[in-house]
């Protein structure tokens, strides 16, 4: 930490080690017990939700899997096997279309994550997207988000992304050095990168957000420099930015493993968290604002992540594929995390739902308010006309914590977070959680 930081935060772990740092759910995926499947079978029969309705869709297919990957991908899949796994898709989507808990509703929102959703050919894209469409109609979507990796972006599959609705094009560039993508396993290089940018936006989608990773092996400093100046002279509509970390199933990992190493050989966290602090100043100079400790966006008036804000807010996220998590009805789910399981559970007219979770009433007001805290600030008013209660009352511990770490600004209705605390966020979240989810992990 840098001397202004004050010494009473919490223990710094200066070197990356294995492990998840980012918090993107809550309770922690820990705590979702497959014995609690049926409360979210229960909750599916309840049509009384009148939540915004969204769905993720979960394509996982790569053409090689990064060293830092950590999501459920295959490379090993034949064309029959796609196929029958896009068959499976639109089963598990009709199952649930019929239940009382959609009764009716449309989504508002759909997004199409990976693995990598450019891995399908038009005909598998229209396949499926034509399935979805027809059990669960478009007309009411606001924001359609797909995730692409450059390198399978023919101008051919571009025009049949944007002809099936996406507004909102996801390039995963992560660097624009080839030996950095070459050693950390990806398999777009930066030639290819240059071409499907090119001609995204000579055709129209409404935004072009590019992911970059600061802190990747054999990262640098000059390197990071050029990387940051490159995707500023793109003008990408949002870029989205992640430290870069190592969960315990990654390629990165298992080297680690094998050599007895502790430390994992990419960049500390504060140097990350400087670099990512360096690109966001390099946007901010032409423009660009911080919305997130992740995130920033050309104009913020035209801007939106709605599957963001929804997964934030509280929504019912019908989630399918393997592997993937929602919420519907108040219950967290989780599906079979391999491959044939799945689909063979989707095959038998199951649904293939491995683990859930009904989070308790204080559960989902701490979710929902460490989830828009990573937006940089809060609403206390808002929170306490949804939930009843002042967060400025309910979390007034952890506040003051934060407060005096040096971490929140002060602004009334606003619980602010300041860019340092922002940068580091996700470590900071643990002083909300309950003492029986706290890990201990700072980072």
């Known amino acids: 930490m840098s001397s202004a930081t004050p010494q009473t935060t919490p223990p710094l772990r200066h070197e990356t080690t294995a492990g998840n740092y980012f918090v993107a759910n809550y309770p922690p995926f820990a705590f979702w017990k497959q014995e609690f499947v049926p409360q979210f079978e229960a909750a599916l029969e309840d049509g009384s939700s009148r939540a915004t309705l969204g769905q993720y869709v979960h394509i996982p297919f790569c053409r090689k899997r990064c060293h830092f990957c950590y999501f459920k991908v295959y490379t090993d899949k034949d064309s029959s096997e796609v196929r029958g796994y896009i068959d499976a898709l639109l089963k598990e989507l009709a199952v649930y279309a019929n239940k009382p808990v959609i009764g009716g509703r449309k ?3 759909v997004y199409f994550g990976g693995g990598t959703p450019s891995y ?16 669960l109609p478009w007309d009411e979507v606001e924001e359609v988000t797909f995730e692409a990796e450059p390198g399978t972006l023919t101008d051919h599959k571009l025009q049949a992304i944007r002809d099936m609705g996406v507004t909102r094009l996801s ?5 624009f050095d080839d030996h950095i993508l070459e050693i950390n ?13 090119a001609f995204a936006r000579e055709i129209g989608f409404p935004q072009i957000n590019i992911d970059l990773i600061a802190g990747m092996v054999e990262e640098t400093e000059d390197k990071w420099r050029e990387t940051v100046a490159k995707a500023v ?15 315990y199933n990654t390629g990165i990992y298992q080297q680690m493993k094998a050599g007895g190493q502790l430390v994992a050989p990419v960049a500390d966290w ?15 100079k032409v423009g660009y604002t911080v919305t997130s400790g992740t995130t920033v966006v050309r104009d913020p008036a035209k801007v939106k992540f709605i599957y963001r804000e929804g997964l934030f807010t509280g929504a019912d996220i019908l989630s399918i594929g ?16 391999e491959f044939q399981p799945y689909v063979d559970a989707v095959n038998a007219g199951k649904l293939p739902v491995y683990r859930a979770l009904t989070p308790a009433a204080d559960e989902r007001y701490i979710r929902e308010f460490m989830l828009q805290l990573k937006l ?24 003051a914590t934060l407060k005096e770490w040096g971490f929140l600004t002060n602004g009334g209705d606003r619980i602010g977070v300041t860019r340092e605390g922002l940068l580091q966020i996700d470590r900071l979240l643990q002083e909300f959680f309950k003492p029986e989810h706290k890990t201990g992990r700072y980072a």
């Open 107 to 109: 989504p508002k929102f």
């Open 120 to 135: 399908l050919s038009p005909d598998q894209l229209k396949l499926l997207t034509d399935g979805m469409k027809r059990l």
């Open 171 to 175: 390039l995963g560039i992560e660097h």
């Open 185 to 197: 396993g990806r398999a777009h290089r930066s030639k290819e990168v240059a071409r499907a940018y």
């Open 233 to 247: 002279a793109l003008q990408p509509d949002s870029v989205t930015i992640y430290q870069m970390e190592v969960p």
């Open 270 to 284: 504060e140097t990350k968290r400087a670099w990512v602090d360096y690109a966001y100043r390099e946007f901010e």
């Open 322 to 337: 393997v592997a993937s998590f929602g919420h519907l009805n108040g219950v967290h789910y989780q599906n079979h995390h």
């Open 376 to 399: 940089g600030s809060v609403s206390a008013e808002k929170f306490k006309a949804k939930f009843g209660t002042d967060p400025r009352e309910t979390f007034a511990t952890p506040l």
